[in-house]
């Protein structure tokens, strides 16, 4: 084995751990996003969302697998959200293990899946700047 060989081998490992460290963040950072109530799951919810307020979106996770690859219509579905998060500057996550992330994300209380090809994550909300009560005297410096 040569030098060059041992190297590819160290950086190919190096990638699949920093891969499997982003699917890691990525997992965590859903599923708490999911108990603040800071997603929205769906497409159609997600393009109702965006159009509405696209400021309050951190960003935006796609999700495929083999079996949607040829669904023409999400295919259309995916290419206008990521050309409205584009416009929008909103950072866009693809995935493609669809069945992984709708296990972290669905299952509302009606117990149903939900669709997750398109899962959105809001910012949380600025708490209001305290001003002082009247009477108090406000500090100019």
Do not use: W
């Not at 041992?6 to 891969?19: K, L």
């Not at 990525?26 to 108990?35: C, D, G, I, N, P």
């Not at 159609?44 to 159009?51: G, H, L, Q, R």
């Amino acid at each position: 084995m040569t030098l060059e060989e041992i190297r590819g081998q160290e950086n190919a490992m190096e990638h699949v751990d920093r891969v499997q460290s982003a699917g890691a963040a990525l997992q965590e950072l859903l599923v708490a996003a999911k108990k603040q109530e800071y997603l929205t799951v769906g497409v159609y919810e997600s393009a109702k969302v965006m159009n509405v307020d696209p400021d309050s979106v951190a960003f935006c996770v796609l999700a495929t697998d083999e079996e949607y690859e040829c669904d023409i219509a999400l295919q259309i579905h995916f290419t206008l959200i990521q050309a409205f998060c584009f416009d929008n500057d909103i950072n866009v996550v693809r995935v493609n293990d669809i069945e992984r992330l709708a296990d972290l994300v669905s299952a509302g209380e009606s117990g149903e899946p939900k669709d997750a090809h398109c899962i959105l994550v809001h910012e949380p909300q600025c708490k209001p700047v305290e001003r002082p009560r009247s009477g108090q005297a406000e500090s100019v410096l």
